[in-house]
């Protein structure tokens, strides 16, 4: 749905420019709210009640179903389009997103391949059969449709990302994945998918500059809440805990029930900064939420034993190695407390 969504975004900002007088002039204060996605469906029904016979309303009202993911009134909206306008590319591609939100293969590569052959010079069909084929682990041809969107447009930010995680997942190669996301990110400094995923690698690979991408990266992508994240985790391992929270506590505002953010607090807390009440309030929250989570659970434990509350801390470690046998840290913990007690 994040395709859909996307796509949507420019069909409501078109409302929001179009619902002013263009005779007269809006104070900032004075301009009306964009239409949310059931207004703009509503006023695509009312236009398409005067102009029944046009293919874009349709295509416009379709976008906006699968924003609501009403794909089956998206569907014959679809098809009413190709039926006004049987050689139409966008149809086709948003046919596709359909297709592929229903698991038919067949159709998707059929759909796109017809797109493809309307305008043989449109590369977005061949960037999204690279994508099919990449996740239908057909690598060679994959990259045939990389290669050959990238010689039709080789200005084509989404093409080079593709052509980086084809890199990653067919080759194991982070440097030509690196170079190609790079260049993606250049050809387009709006795109945060290549950036997301060079902050991802060099957060592995941990070269020099490192901190410097992560900090860029979290300032050009605000309200990008992966690129904060990786920068928070970035953080807490490398000498700046209380920035690490600052960027979690941002994240938790957010998303209020992110355990695994409650999680990280927790641990950067207790690892990082000693402070065992915290911590314990924080593992206490993340378990609220998710009780299943054997590393809080433990982490809990460890809490309590650094406390001194050596029973209760037994107890979890006990807990903790019946839920899963082969846990060695509890074990480590349990031999700890054992011969604390035995000297």
Do not use: W
Not at 74 to 90: C, E, G, R, S, T
Not at 132 to 142: C, D, H, S, V
Not at 144 to 154: H, M, Q, R
Not at 172 to 196: C, G, H, K, M
């Amino acid at each position: 749905m994040k395709k859909n969504l996307l796509l949507f975004s420019l069909l409501l900002a078109f409302f929001a420019c179009n619902n002013t007088k263009p005779t007269e002039e809006v104070k900032p204060e004075e301009k009306p709210a964009p239409v949310t996605v059931s207004e703009a469906i509503n006023l695509l029904t009312d236009s398409i009640a005067v102009d029944s016979t046009n293919a874009t309303l349709y295509l416009h009202r379709a976008q906006a179903y699968l924003a609501q993911e009403q794909v089956g009134n998206a569907m014959i909206d679809i098809h009413k389009a190709l039926q006004y306008d049987p050689n139409n590319v966008d149809t086709y591609l948003l046919l596709a997103d359909v297709y592929y939100m229903l698991g038919d293969e067949n159709n998707i590569n059929a759909t796109l391949n017809r797109a493809s052959e309307i305008d043989p010079n449109d590369t977005r069909p061949m960037v999204k059969l690279a994508e099919l084929n990449l996740l239908k682990q057909n690598y060679n041809l994959a990259a045939a449709y990389i290669d050959k969107a990238l010689k039709t447009e080789p200005y084509n930010p989404r093409a080079y990302f593709v052509k980086g995680m084809y890199c990653i997942i067919a080759q194991q190669d982070t440097v030509n994945a690196l170079r190609n996301f790079q260049i993606a990110s250049e050809q387009d400094e709006d795109f945060y998918d290549p950036v997301e995923q060079i902050c991802r690698i060099y957060a592995v690979q941990q070269p020099p500059y490192a901190m410097d991408y992560l900090r860029k990266a979290q300032r050009q992508f605000p309200d990008q809440a992966n690129s904060r994240y990786e920068l928070a985790l970035y953080l807490q391992s490398h000498g700046e805990p209380e920035e690490a929270l600052q960027h979690y506590d941002t994240l938790l505002m957010q998303q209020p029930d992110n355990y695994i953010v409650l999680y990280n607090i927790a641990y950067v807390n207790f690892v990082y900064l000693d402070n065992n009440e915290v911590a314990l309030d924080y593992f206490n929250r993340v378990l609220e939420l998710e009780p299943n989570y054997l590393d809080a659970y433990f982490n809990k434990g460890r809490v309590l034993e650094q406390m001194g509350d050596y029973a209760q801390a037994m107890d979890i470690y006990k807990e903790v190695l019946k839920r899963q046998p082969d846990y060695r840290l509890a074990i480590d913990g349990i031999n700890r407390i054992q011969n604390q007690f035995n000297e």
